[in-house]
């Protein structure tokens, strides 16, 4: 069980530190406009537009992750199996995010679609368990 905890806790990590780069961005779009920082990241093009979508992203991924995770734990669905999904979700997203950053799209979406993909087979475990 601790695996899991240690790949839920990172998961709530990945948002902040998504943030990272967004704000390097806004900085660099004529500083940080901390009074309005939602209205000047509607205004971020290419690398700041990019880091602004993985960030918000990272948020969502966490919902689906979380309620497979604790879904896990709650019904005692701690095995080998269970736990290389979800150290294979923690991996896809940060390969995620640095291909966003990146602009490499079709690399993105796929390892967006095996990151989302170990969240439901995680979840897809617990039923058959």
Not at 87 to 116: E, K
């Amino acid at each position: 069980m601790n695996g899991l905890i240690v790949c839920l806790v990172i998961a709530a990590f990945l948002p902040f530190a998504a943030k990272i780069p967004l704000g390097i961005a806004m900085s660099r779009a004529g500083g940080y406009d901390n009074n309005h920082p939602r209205d000047q990241q509607a205004r971020l093009e290419g690398f700041g537009a990019r880091a602004l979508a993985a960030h918000q992203n990272a948020f969502e991924s966490l919902i689906i992750f979380a309620t497979a995770i604790l879904l896990a734990i709650a019904t005692g669905t701690i095995n080998e199996n269970v736990q290389l999904l979800a150290w294979t979700h923690i991996t896809f997203r940060l390969v995620y995010h640095v291909l966003y950053l990146l602009n490499f799209g079709i690399l993105r979406s796929l390892s967006w679609v095996i990151a989302m993909g170990c969240s439901f087979a995680i979840m897809g475990q617990c039923l058959v368990s």
